[in-house]
């Protein structure tokens, strides 16, 4: 908190006193505790000072100068004046036996208190946004330096949200290939076949799947109307997500295609068992 100023209202008071609010307390000049004790101001500064002088606080550390606009007759005047902090101002409140100094405290501990919560809070808002620019700054790089090699990461992680940035990251595995794609995906709609079509004309692709239900086939029968045809298979044999391109690039992925970004997924390229996926569709496991 840096100077704001909170206005304290009692019954047993005629006007409301503002209190300054920095450094996670309170301040209060010597008038204002006058008034809000209800004792002359010389008593306050003699309790103060012996305060002081008896070695129960120190000045340095809890009392400060704020600049306070005056009204002086009939012109304003800007004076510095002398402010009390939270631990003075109880003080002096037990040495004159003051009811008011009983109620100032506890309202003043409620007010830090919750002051201090709504900073937290604010702390903890502010780290999320440096943690999300700290990201967003390692995904800028990590997006310039594909851009530069023009080669797509060979494994990687996509968070809760990250819809856009998953479906580009398989949209560019789908337009790099050459000759073929091939899918392993046991939950399959409308969107894999938008996505599966961004591929070149010349590029065979077949999915296999669990299950083929009647409303992908009529989905399959309306996207080969009109784009270069994907071949469906019925295939049970697999559990997690591959994608093969051009029979040479293998990648595991941890999510349905359909479901990219709605979840975390991690995905790994795995070019050395490329040939072993290969084969085991061709011989059909345990499907034939």
């Not at 704020?66 to 409140?93: C, H, P």
């Not at 201090?116 to 967003?136: C, F, H, P, S, W």
Request: overall charge negative; proline content about 1%; charged content about 30%.
């Amino acid at each position: 908190m840096t100077n704001e100023i909170i206005l304290y209202q009692s019954d047993e008071l005629p006007e409301r006193i503002e209190v300054r609010m920095e450094d996670d307390t309170v301040w209060l000049s010597q008038q204002q505790m006058a008034d809000l004790f209800g004792r002359g101001r010389s008593t306050i500064t003699e309790h103060i000072t012996n305060v002081f002088e008896e070695g129960e606080l120190e000045r340095i550390r809890t009392c400060r100068n704020f600049r306070q606009v005056r009204q002086e007759g009939a012109r304003k005047v800007e004076r510095e004046v002398d402010y009390y902090n939270l631990d003075v101002i109880i003080s002096v409140g037990y040495r004159v036996k003051s009811k008011q100094g009983t109620q100032f405290r506890i309202w003043a501990t409620n007010v830090l208190r919750d002051y201090m919560l709504k900073g937290y809070a604010l702390n903890q808002r502010m780290n999320r946004i440096e943690n999300n620019v700290e990201t967003l700054a390692s995904k800028v790089q990590e997006i310039d330096f594909q851009i530069k090699s023009k080669e797509l990461p060979d494994k990687g992680l996509f968070f809760e949200g990250q819809v856009f940035d998953a479906y580009t990251f398989a949209s560019d595995l789908v337009r790099n290939a050459k000759k073929s794609i091939i899918l392993i995906d046991n939950y399959v709609d409308d969107t894999v076949l938008t996505l599966l079509s961004k591929r070149k004309k010349e590029v065979s692709c077949t999915i296999y799947t669990k299950t083929i239900s009647r409303a992908m086939q009529l989905d399959l029968e309306r996207h080969n109307s009109q784009y270069p045809a994907i071949e469906i298979r019925e295939w049970s044999t697999s559990h997690d997500r591959f994608l093969l391109i051009d029979e040479e690039e293998l990648y595991h992925i941890g999510a349905s295609l359909k479901d990219l970004g709605k979840r975390w997924f991690g995905f790994s390229r795995m070019d050395s068992l490329a040939q072993d996926v290969l084969n085991k569709l061709r011989e059909g496991g345990d499907n034939e």
